[in-house]
């Protein structure tokens, strides 16, 4: 049963109790992230997740670790694009205690500037790694190439430049900004009583200051397509590709979902077939859908040798083009919605997943979307939906291109990423 309760300040407490589950995921949202940072400050955000678990007025770093392990809890935080998230997920018996750490560390780190100083190394460390790891590397890049020029499109990380830049005064002054009641969110999902919930979380958030508006609006983004390649020794050549999809309001949402399903989202999927089952280029190729309040992207990975990567250019445009002209099979359709539908019941099972489905729905649509109302959704996309999604995304003029390894611009045949007969 979901219950929901706004707090006079616009702090928004949301529960939904399972009975058959005996764990309670709990999240303590904030409606924030990278796309917020002004350039100085990009990884900001991050930086923030990161300092909150390294010590409070009442507990240190030690203290805030020993006492989620002491509950045989799982706690984590992580920062997107759009918002920000301190979460835990214990047995039903230990949510006071979970609610009460969780609550400290959003409400009273110190920022210690001692401790941020490791941390800022720690982070350092972090974006390193993620440039040594060429998939992940390639997908930054990529993700920065096709929103160029806006916020949605800068690494979630930081640079080493912005991320060495940030003080605890950049910092205290984003949580001022940004960091606002009625940009706050509490979840719950499991084991959880909505009453007791409002009432250990009310007294700690209703005294929480309203915004004194400094919150900067969002900007929509826009891409205009672009080519780019990175040039690094690697084994093989890394290959993204996509254009703009539907956003996380767009009534084409749900065709977009089954054409990513359709096109790379699994092992029967056309892309992983051609590509990878039946010729052999590559161990990973597949299609990603990232979609926003705003905005969105189609995008399709692929890692061959680099010899093969115009093969895998022209294998992917000629599945795009069959779809683009209505090449697809009533079977092939009603199997990605079966997919699709039982991926999201199999996920309903978690309470981590429940917990998290349902704030990023009441950040996007203010409500809870229940799974029949999806589903339903998903049931009446046509086969003509579909490929006017197709068609809509990977049109002329509007493809982005990035690849990352032992290649050249010169050897990538452009003309494979026109998508016109």
Known sequence: MYHKTVL?????????????????????????????????????????????????????????????DIIGGLSNAFTGKENTCFHGRVLGRHVDR?????????????????????????????INMMEDTPDDNLH???????WDGHPIGWPILGTGETVSDISQETILNYIRASYVPNEILIAAAGDVDHAKMVSFFQPLFESLPNSDGSRSQRSVPVSRGGFSTYHKP???????LGGEAPSQVDDDRFACALLNTILGGNMSSRLFQEIREKRGLAYAVYSFLSTYLDAGLLGIYAATDPQNVNLVLQTIRDEI???????????EE??????????????????????????????????????????????????????????????????????LGPVKDEDVDRGLLRYDR
């Open 8 to 68: 006079d300040n616009g702090v928004r407490m949301i529960s939904e109790r399972v009975d058959h589950l005996r764990s309670v995921s709990l999240g303590i949202w904030v409606n924030t992230g990278s796309r917020d940072e002004i350039r100085s400050e990009n990884g900001v955000s991050h930086f923030i997740e990161h300092m909150s678990f390294k010590g409070t007025r009442r507990r240190d770093v030690l203290q805030i670790a020993k006492e989620l």
């Open 98 to 126: 979970l609610a009460e750490i969780l609550s400290d560390i959003f409400l009273n780190s110190t920022f210690n500037a001692v401790e941020m100083e490791r941390e800022r190394e720690v982070i350092l460390q972090e």
């Open 140 to 146: 930054t890049l990529f993700t920065g190439l096709f």
């Open 234 to 240: 690697l084994e093989q050549v890394h290959i993204c």
């Open 321 to 331: 083009l069959k779809l683009c002209d209505g090449g697809l099979s009533d079977t």
């Open 334 to 403: 009603s199997e990605a919605k079966e997919h699709l539908v039982g991926s999201m019941y199999l996920g309903s099972e978690s309470a981590d997943n429940r917990m998290m489905r349902m704030a990023k729905n009441e950040f996007v649509f203010g409500r809870y979307v229940d799974y029949e109302e999806l589903a339903a959704s998903l049931e009446q996309v046509s086969r003509d939906d579909v490929v006017a999604v197709a068609c809509r995304t990977f049109r002329d003029g509007n493809i982005s291109f990035a690849a």
